[in-house]
């Protein structure tokens, strides 16, 4: 059974700040994506990353893929206030590529001013 | 340009009774997907499909059935509600996987 695996959590930094969230996987994937969800709202598609190596940048959020490792880590650069989502890594593990996500639990991320 | 539309947005239901989750998507997407969304929790693959006339069980896949008649529709039933079924069920639908995942707006359901 693949496990995905987040942290943190929950997470509170200062408007400006940096941070990392990380997400750990138990089996080979060369997959993962990256989502935002605000409360109530659906998910919003971030990052797509497809093998080793892997890193994508869009504004103040920058994510990367080590296989190796099986762990990605979405990097937050100067937080601001409109930054605050809850934050999903997903894995894919389906015979089809792409067709089998698991999700983490979710890193709910508040920045304060 | 609709993307996934979920129908109804919001459902109540009692013990017993069944119904159908409807997803339409007019993307032309191949996969796609049934998640469930409960408090604190990630989502969690109910069903899914990677094309019309090809679906396969998720990690909770009980007490669900689903069909894929067309590339436009894959619909969810409850076959007889429980309290524990609950949640926000999102679908969502991805041409490939080197695509993302697009999401609904979701179903928030309860059973009493």
């Known amino acids: 059974e693949l496990k995905v695996e987040q942290n943190p959590l929950f997470l509170s930094m200062q408007e400006g700040k940096n941070y990392t969230i990380y997400c750990n996987y138990s089996t080979t994937s060369d997959r993962l994506y990256w989502y935002r969800q605000d409360p109530g709202k659906s998910l919003e598609s971030l990052f797509v990353l497809l093998s080793n190596g892997a890193v994508k940048q869009e504004g103040r959020l920058m994510a990367s893929l080590d296989t190796k490792a099986r762990l990605s880590t979405l990097h937050i650069t100067a937080a601001v206030h409109d930054l605050s989502a809850t934050y999903f890594c997903?894995?894919?593990?389906?015979?089809?590529?792409?067709?089998?996500?698991?999700f983490g639990e979710g890193t709910q991320l508040t920045v304060n001013p | 340009n609709a993307g996934v539309t979920q129908t109804p947005k919001f459902q109540v239901l009692k013990t017993g009774q069944s119904m159908t989750l409807q997803c339409a998507q007019d993307m032309n997407h191949e996969y796609m997907s049934w998640y469930r969304q409960d408090p604190g929790m990630g989502l969690r693959l109910i069903h899914y499909?990677?094309?019309?006339?090809?679906?396969d069980q998720g990690e909770v896949p009980n007490g669900y059935n689903v069909s894929r008649s067309t590339t436009e529709d894959f619909p969810l039933r409850l076959l007889s509600a429980a309290p524990s079924q609950t949640s926000v069920y999102f679908c969502?639908?991805?041409?490939?996987?080197?695509?993302?995942?697009?999401f609904g707006d979701g179903t928030r359901l309860s059973i009493l």
């Open positions: 997903a894995v894919d593990w389906g015979e089809t590529s792409g067709s089998r996500l698991t």
């Open positions: 499909s990677v094309g019309a006339g090809i679906t």
């Open positions: 969502a639908s991805s041409r490939d996987g080197n695509q993302p995942q697009h």
